[in-house]
């Protein structure tokens, strides 16, 4: 039976010195190889929590699990992991986790590693960028490489068959995909890095670029879809993007509270507030009116490049960052809770 892990100031105690570079309160924790067993402080989008809570992390020296106290870390050495850079996860409704790396997908359910690849699957490219599943249960695969140089478009795959949507064959705009959105009407809503925004319905793309529409730059790194049905796009460089359907809104560095104008991670918490994480400014909140910005000069943060943010079930905020590790923050001050067999 789980049970209750009580962490803050006795957690400080017991790691000593080993964190005395990185100060912990209450409200913020960080976990870094310092002070714990994440293989490596570059973290990547990948952030998920599986049923019994645990929460799964990737880095660039692998894949990460932390229970609230115990680490396990797989690798290319000790399991069916193909590539150590570890991308984007997902966790389909039978609990088995996806992994995508820089060098192909994995499925994971817990004791048996399955390995897809342009060589034994219908995977176009073996650097993954986006996993997402549709209602369907369908796995939707975006891909990328360097500079968009060898990115193939996205794949569907349903468990046995691929199909692939490119440039070449579809109304995609851009081979390089950088995020997927599913909404209510089953729309797959598709973030490009440079061909803009496209929408496709199962049959019909729409196509959302900077010479159509209020999109401020064709390079889309993030999409979030809130409770009303307002898609909530990040760019690289443009800022923050909203389009109701039918008007768009923008809000940059000139005109709002958005710290830094290229986003990397956009998630709603339970209240409907916007959690912006971005590539220079830090950590954002935005409650559709005010702004809170979180960075290393106000708050515990230790890096300004969030990565991604995952929220758990107590509303603690799990935030991914380029090279300052995984960090916890508790809005309150309420001590960090977690799990433990």
Request: some cysteine.
């Amino acid at each position: 039976m789980k049970r209750v892990l009580v962490l803050g100031l006795l957690v400080l105690l017991v790691i000593g010195s080993a964190v005395a570079t990185c100060p912990q309160t209450p409200e913020w924790i960080v976990y870094n190889t310092d002070n714990s067993g994440l293989p490596n402080n570059h973290l990547s989008r990948a952030l998920a929590f599986d049923a019994q809570e645990n929460i799964w992390i990737g880095t660039r020296e692998g894949l990460a699990k932390f229970d609230g106290e115990t680490w396990t870390v797989y690798n290319t050495r000790n399991s069916g992991l193909p590539y150590n850079d570890v991308v984007v996860l997902a966790i389909d409704v039978q609990g088995n986790m996806w992994i995508g790396t820089s060098g192909g997908l994995a499925k994971f359910d817990g004791e048996s590693w399955t390995a897809y690849n342009t060589r034994n699957s219908g995977l176009p490219y073996n650097a993954v960028l986006e996993l997402a599943f549709d209602a369907q249960g369908n796995l939707w695969i975006g891909t990328g490489g360097l500079l968009a140089f060898g990115a193939r478009g996205m794949a569907k795959f349903d468990g046995q068959s691929w199909t692939v949507y490119d440039i070449s064959n579809s109304g995609l705009p851009n081979n390089h995909i950088r995020a997927l959105a599913f909404d209510a009407q089953g729309n797959k809503w598709i973030a490009t890095d440079g061909g803009g925004l496209a929408k496709f319905d199962g049959q019909s793309w729409t196509v959302y670029d900077t010479t159509n529409s209020g999109l401020p730059l064709p390079g889309v790194s993030a999409i979030a879809i809130d409770a009303q049905g307002t898609l909530w796009i990040g760019t690289w460089g443009g800022g923050l993007a909203k389009f109701d359907g039918e008007s768009w809104t923008v809000y940059d560095i000139s005109n709002s509270g958005l710290p830094h104008n290229s986003v990397n991670e956009l998630t709603f918490d339970a209240q409907g507030t916007l959690w912006i994480g971005t590539s220079r400014g830090g950590l954002a909140k935005f409650d559709g009116e005010n702004w809170t910005v979180y960075d290393p000069s106000n708050s515990g943060l230790p890096d300004n490049w969030v990565h991604s943010l995952a929220i758990d079930k107590q509303g603690n905020k799990w935030i991914a960052t380029h090279g300052g590790g995984l960090v916890v923050y508790r809005e309150g001050g309420v001590i960090l809770t977690g799990v433990q067999e």
